[in-house]
């Protein structure tokens, strides 16, 4: 992958992430808790982003939405300020070895090391058994593959992709146990100021895209965003302070006023102290909007030139594979598979 070393000619340590492409639009957690930190860590790593197609079906999608969410995802990588100059930006099922180290993988994973998996319970029992499938089931060795391919020394994810990461953490170690020092063991990176943001109707719960109703969906008409910041639940009381116990609704409003604007959570104290929630949210939309509005123009942009985002997605897929070849390769002989002709 070019350019692949910093001023000093040393190679930069690599950095791997993904987002699945299930919404028509990220929402603030996706953009706060991954996407700006993406941004901020593509001059130092060599980073490669993905947009992870394969996780997306495990849950029923049609087909045209599916392709549709695909590229609006990868334009809101580029619109958040991805660079793809300087950063891989591809989508998973372009690079066909995702799919055969998860095999590799999933022969090194116990059935109740996967049973584990937060996620899955939360979401296989959300569905019923009914609606479940082997693939949900799967999806964490899915995402060791993503980042062990790559040798990815840092991943940059949100909270309650950890369990995940310690999945991936520990069958990288069991596989180098096992045949030789082989695959790189990656650190999360999560930045705990914004690596879980609220739900904004349900303070309680993680903003997620399966809640639209409490999400801030960054492509959505202004007035919709305005309205629910407006009528995101707060607490009892009068005061604006950080108190994440007694008022978690003001503490999540503070934290996203705060990732976005840049003042600290005691500046912010200290600026609404004697003013009430309305103040704060009133502001709070203006600052939110101030990041949306041109985020939306530019995703729009991208998405009016499908040929130019599939013009990128294409190189980034071209840059990535001879790495995800090399270390499937490596990993093919280290388990003891005869070479292939090529
Ligand atoms: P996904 O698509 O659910 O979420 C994308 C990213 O957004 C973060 N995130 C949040 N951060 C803060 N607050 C929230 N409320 C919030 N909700 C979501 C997620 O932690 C994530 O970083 N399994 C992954 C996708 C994936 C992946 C990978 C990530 C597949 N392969 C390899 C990293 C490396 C997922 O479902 O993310």
């Given at each position: 992958m070019e350019p692949m070393s910093s001023d000093t000619g040393a190679p930069r340590p690599r950095l791997f992430s993904g987002m699945q492409p299930t919404q028509d639009s990220l929402h603030i957690g996706n953009y706060l808790g991954a996407l700006v930190n993406w941004v901020c860590m593509q001059e130092e790593f060599e980073a490669i982003y993905c947009v992870v197609d394969m996780h997306a079906i495990t849950v029923d999608v049609e087909p045209e939405l599916l392709r549709a969410r695909t590229r609006a995802t990868a334009a809101q990588y580029l619109a958040g300020g991805v660079d793809p100059a300087q950063s891989a930006v591809f989508v998973?099922?372009?690079?066909a070895e995702h799919a055969e180290l998860t095999w590799i993988l999933s022969c090194l994973t116990g059935y109740g090391e996967a049973g584990r998996m937060t996620q899955f319970k939360d979401k296989s029992t959300k569905t019923g058994a009914e609606g479940s499938n082997v693939g949900l089931f799967t999806y964490p060795i899915l995402m060791a593959a993503d980042i062990l391919l790559y040798d990815a020394a840092k991943v940059p994810v949100g909270e309650d992709q950890r369990q995940h990461l310690e999945l991936t953490r520990n069958l990288a170690q069991r596989f180098n146990a096992r045949?030789?020092?082989?695959?790189v063991v990656p650190e999360p990176h999560i930045?705990?100021?914004?690596?879980k943001i609220q739900d904004l109707?349900?303070?309680?719960a993680k903003m997620s895209k399966s809640a639209?109703?409490?999400?801030?969906?960054?492509?959505?008409?202004p007035k919709v965003l305005r309205k629910r910041i407006m009528s995101a639940v707060t607490d009892t009381g009068r005061e604006i302070t950080f108190d994440e116990e007694a008022k978690p609704g003001v503490a999540n409003l503070l934290r996203i006023y705060s990732a976005l604007d840049g003042r600290d959570i005691p500046t912010l104290e200290a600026d609404y102290q004697g003013r009430g929630y309305g103040d704060l949210k009133k502001d709070l939309v203006e600052v939110v909007l101030a990041v949306a509005t041109p985020y939306r123009e530019k995703t729009m942009a991208y998405l009016n030139d499908p040929a130019e985002l599939d013009r990128i997605l294409a190189d980034g897929a071209d840059r990535v594979r001879p790495i995800a070849r090399a270390t499937l390769d490596r990993v093919y002989e280290r388990v003891g598979f005869l070479a292939a002709r090529r």
């Open positions: 998973q099922s372009h690079v045949y030789g020092p082989t695959l930045v705990k100021d914004t690596a109707a349900h303070p309680s639209p109703a409490g999400a801030l969906t960054l492509l959505d008409d």
